[in-house]
């Protein structure tokens, strides 16, 4: 079942895909023809069965019947936003494309006093455009009804602005002093949205704990175990998962 991303509302029971990458990959990489099926998204994050009726190779684009498909959406139930500090190139990539493929809503990428990697403001909107294309990939691939936002921010305090219902740290000093309930207990609360912060590889400040806990942010552990930068947003996201969408109520 391969998936395609479309900005319109689809509301006829036929469509034309002018979307250029998604005509190339359909017709040039996967060589479809009349007759082969498709499945759409649109902007409501509704799916739909599109089978190709006509392809204009002059115009790039093909049309489509549609049929609405009603199974279940892929979405976590909890509006899942996961803020890392940036780490170098391939991790952020990573980053982005398997918190995609766990259920982030929203992935945000910021600086911090330990962060390794830092972005100069004349490349962060061709970085930025460059992720949410992974994001999109990613989210076609594990057929998501929406494509996360990935977004910069080049100071920490301006996480408070984007506060969640639900707010968190994942430090690992709380885990090395043997912290294991917090988390546990957070999400047996069952909070709408909820953003968990990830420091880089050297952790947090402890100044940066201090604001982030005065701004209300929780800290938790994330079990006795102390992960890599990359791991701990995955985990997370996992954890959120079997809680909200594996474990039978």
């Known amino acids: 079942m391969e998936q395609y991303f479309v900005k319109e509302t689809i509301e006829e029971d036929k469509f034309v895909i002018n979307?250029?990458?998604?005509?190339?990959?359909?017709?040039?990489?996967?060589?479809?023809?009349?007759?082969?099926?498709?499945?759409?998204?649109?902007?409501?994050?509704?799916?739909?069965?599109?089978?190709?009726?006509?392809?204009?190779?002059?115009?790039?684009?093909?049309?489509?019947?549609?049929?609405?498909?009603?199974?279940?959406?892929?979405?976590?139930?909890?509006?899942?936003?996961?803020?890392?500090?940036?780490?170098?190139?391939?991790?952020?990539?990573?980053?982005?494309?398997?918190?995609?493929?766990?259920?982030?809503?929203?992935?945000?990428?910021?600086?911090?006093?330990?962060?390794?990697?830092?972005?100069?403001?004349?490349?962060?909107?061709?970085?930025?455009?460059?992720?949410?294309?992974?994001?999109?990939?990613?989210?076609q691939q594990s057929k998501r009804r929406i494509i996360p936002e990935v977004v910069y921010l080049d100071k920490l305090d301006k996480l408070v602005d984007m506060k969640e219902d639900t707010n968190l740290i994942a430090y690992e000093e709380s885990a090395k002093k043997g912290e294991i309930s917090l988390?546990?207990?957070?999400?047996?609360?069952?909070?709408?949205?909820?953003m968990c912060t990830f420091g880089p590889e050297g952790g947090f400040a402890p100044d940066e704990v201090d604001f982030l806990n005065q701004q209300e942010f929780l800290s938790v552990g994330l079990g006795p175990r102390i992960m890599r930068a990359e791991t701990a947003p995955m985990y997370f996201l996992s954890v959120l998962s079997y809680k909200y969408e594996l474990t039978v109520k």
């Open 19 to 139: 979307d250029l990458e998604s005509y190339k990959h359909i017709v040039k990489v996967l060589r479809h023809k009349v007759g082969d099926v498709v499945y759409l998204v649109d902007n409501t994050e509704s799916l739909f069965k599109a089978t190709v009726t006509e392809i204009d190779n002059d115009n790039s684009n093909l049309t489509v019947a549609i049929e609405k498909d009603n199974r279940s959406t892929t979405e976590l139930p909890i509006g899942v936003t996961i803020a890392c500090s940036l780490s170098k190139k391939d991790k952020v990539e990573w980053i982005t494309q398997k918190a995609t493929e766990l259920g982030a809503k929203k992935i945000i990428f910021f600086n911090s006093k330990y962060s390794i990697m830092h972005w100069k403001n004349n490349v962060v909107e061709k970085k930025l455009v460059r992720l949410q294309e992974i994001a999109k990939n990613a989210a």
């Open 183 to 194: 988390l546990a207990q957070t999400l047996q609360k069952e909070p709408k949205s909820i």
